[in-house]
């Protein structure tokens, strides 16, 4: 089979399964969620029930044009999954998911409600704070395989969570930012009775809304995806590992959420950026040094 074929089957699998995979997280998220503050829970397949109903809504919207950037926003989601999935080039892959968090910013700006208002500006913060950290992801698998290709980073000799220990570490903190966990979930709220009432998605509804969904379980794939990188090499049994640690980082993240309450935007952006600085840059200063 020619690599051509292979990235395409690639890309087309993770357009297919993702949403299935993805739905499923997010159904045992709330499950494990719930049994951690001795509940319950709904059903697995709850996800799946919930974005019928959001789909099957009579669509209204305050700007018509919150609707054309979410849009956009999960077409950059999916575009980043596909690329990666395809073997293409991790800053290509890092860039597109950065225009997808734009878009969604821009979907908040559109409206005039308050909390969709600040709600943007606090995921504009939240940009600003992980960003760094996944360009340094890109640059230390450059350093430490010699190529941006995603291809030729999952047959390295070895794994490269050995030379990238730090970059690790600082990808897994900006992870609770991403999957957007306590205590740096600021610019959504999941409870009414707190301050941001839906933040970025006050005035999202429907449709609409189940476009961010839809694109939230994708990118919540696509981020696995790259703690798996992490492992992957030429050898095989590298990905049962992968898998395992994937799974563990998703259930920490929860434990982590159910653990702590949310953090100011300052102190968030204040902590990303001194861990990355500590964790990352001195993890890519390492691989500089004795590449």
């Given at each position: 089979?020619?690599?051509?074929?292979?990235n395409a089957a690639g890309a087309l699998l993770f357009l297919v399964l993702a949403l299935l995979i993805g739905g499923l997280l997010s159904g045992l998220d709330r499950i494990i969620s719930a049994r951690m503050q001795r509940r319950v829970g709904p059903p697995i397949l709850q996800p799946f029930y919930d974005f019928a109903k959001l789909?099957?809504?009579?669509?209204?919207?305050?700007?018509k044009a919150e609707g054309f950037y979410?849009?956009?926003?999960?077409?950059?989601?999916?575009?980043?999954?596909?690329?990666?999935?395809?073997?293409?080039?991790?800053?290509?892959?890092?860039?597109?998911?950065?225009?997808?968090?734009?878009?969604?910013?821009?979907?908040?700006?559109?409206?005039?409600?308050?909390?969709?208002?600040?709600?943007?500006?606090?995921?504009?913060?939240?940009?600003?704070?992980?960003?760094?950290?996944?360009?340094?992801?890109?640059?230390?698998?450059?350093?430490?395989?010699?190529?941006?290709?995603?291809?030729?980073?999952?047959?390295?000799?070895?794994?490269?969570?050995?030379?990238?220990?730090?970059?690790?570490?600082?990808?897994?903190?900006?992870?609770?930012?991403?999957?957007?966990?306590?205590?740096?979930?600021?610019?959504?709220?999941?409870?009414?009775?707190?301050?941001?009432?839906?933040?970025?998605?006050?005035?999202?509804?429907?449709?609409?809304?189940?476009?961010?969904?839809?694109?939230?379980?994708?990118?919540d794939v696509f981020l696995l995806g790259l703690v798996l990188l992490f492992f992957l090499s030429s050898s095989p049994w590298t990905l049962a590992l992968g898998l395992f640690i994937c799974a563990l980082v998703f259930f920490l993240d929860i434990l982590v959420d159910n653990s702590c309450a949310r953090m100011k935007w300052e102190k968030m952006l204040a902590s990303t950026w001194l861990f990355s600085f500590l964790a990352g840059f001195i993890n890519v200063a390492f691989l500089m040094y004795f590449r």
């Open positions: 089979m020619s690599d051509y074929t292979m789909w099957d809504k009579q669509p209204i919207a305050v700007n979410v849009f956009g926003f999960l077409l950059f989601v999916l575009l980043s999954g596909a690329f990666f999935f395809a073997g293409g080039d991790i800053l290509l892959v890092v860039f597109t998911l950065t225009m997808a968090s734009v878009c969604l910013i821009i979907a908040a700006y559109a409206t005039d409600s308050p909390f969709s208002q600040v709600g943007a500006e606090r995921e504009l913060a939240q940009t600003m704070a992980y960003e760094p950290m996944l360009l340094m992801v890109a640059l230390g698998f450059y350093l430490s395989c010699g190529s941006f290709t995603i291809g030729d980073i999952m047959r390295s000799d070895t794994m490269n969570i050995l030379r990238m220990p730090g970059i690790f570490l600082g990808f897994c903190y900006i992870l609770l930012i991403k999957f957007r966990k306590s205590p740096f979930d600021i610019s959504m709220s999941h409870e009414a009775h707190q301050e941001l009432i839906g933040g970025v998605k006050t005035e999202i509804s429907g449709r609409t809304l189940g476009m961010v969904e839809l694109a939230e379980w994708y990118e």
